[in-house]
């Protein structure tokens, strides 16, 4: 296979072949069921809400394996339309038949902009969050179906709010990693420390990393950069989301990355605090980690050194599922630093 210097575009089906295929195989699947702060929020966010489930219509978008749909019959849904497009749909199909459900969830094998529904519903749910919020751009399918099928006013979307956030970090594997070929010589007798510089374009390049990232390697407080409303938020403004930024580091440190992760915000009737699926790294890891975006080079910070700038996010030009990220950013008295970043998106390379 050879590999030609400019990746090339794909077409929107090739994308969303490639996309649902990769969640026909168990192991996303158990994956994302295993991970007990998504599932567990959304169980609980479902039956704290049973009051506005009991008896109603409830549209679950892009359904996987049918864990949310069963969810909502035990709050009580009259009917639950699970539509998913990839082939687990078949699995989703004998899990509801083993729960003795067919009775109230019918599963949709196709895409929800393409399948039509019996009637109109009034609760969505939808597990749609990627890396970075926004990967996957499966949001859109969300808004779609809202459009489409949410019978307004009243409609319950859960969950209902999403936030996303940035700070400044100190990854340690990095440093250890790029101190490495200075202690070669050391060991084997043989100087490697030229390979530094490569191996920083190397580790520190445009790709967006998704690694847990450790609270003790958190520079500040986080600052919230962008807030989306599910009920008003519309496909074309997630075709740029922008905000700025403002962090003011703890103590002396070393930056050499920035780490962004997001929240989405269920409603709780009756109950003081809204329930809250947080992907923060101050908070139990998930299977979304955090997104780590690094520096070209490292600065130094001292106490309340200020760390501002904007984050834009927008659809890669190569497949619209994928996300970019661009930071303009100052660090100190630095003069501002602008990177781009992406997801590696290895299909887009092995094309014929």
Partial sequence: MSHVGKKRKLDKTRQDSLYF??????TIHEEMIADHVRTNTYRTAILRNSESIRGKVVLD????????????????????YA?????????????????????????IRGT??????????????????????????MLNSVLYARDKWLKKPGGLILPSRAELYITPISDPVVEDRLQFWYTVKDQYGVDMSCMSDF???CIMNSDIAVNPVNVEDVLSHPARFAELDLY?????????MKGQFRCESFGSATVNAFCVYFTVTFPCPDKPQLLVLSTSPFKPETHWKQAVLYLDAPVDVVQDT???????????????????????????????????????????????
């Fill in 306 to 352: 200020l760390v501002t700038g904007e984050v834009s996010m927008y659809p890669s030009e190569d497949s619209a599922r994928h996300i970019c990220i661009h930071v303009d950013y100052t660090i100190g008295k630095q003069k501002k630093q602008s990177k781009t970043f992406s997801i590696p998106d290895w299909s887009s390379e092995s094309q014929p």
């Fill in 83 to 107: 539509v998913e497009a990839c082939s687990i749909a078949e699995q989703a199909v004998n899990i509801v038949k083993q729960n003795d459900m067919e009775d109230k969830i019918e599963v």
């Fill in 232 to 240: 008003t938020v519309t496909a074309e403004q997630l075709c740029s």
């Fill in 21 to 26: 295929d990769s969640y026909s195989d168990v």
């Fill in 112 to 137: 929800v902009e393409t399948v039509e529904l019996p009637e109109m519903v009034e609760v969505i749910v939808s597990e749609w969050m990627g890396y970075a919020l926004l990967h996957e751009s």
């Fill in 61 to 80: 978008v892009g359904a996987g394996t049918g864990v949310l749909s069963i969810f909502c019959v035990h709050a009580g849904a009259k009917k639950v």
């Fill in 199 to 201: 191996a920083r374009k």
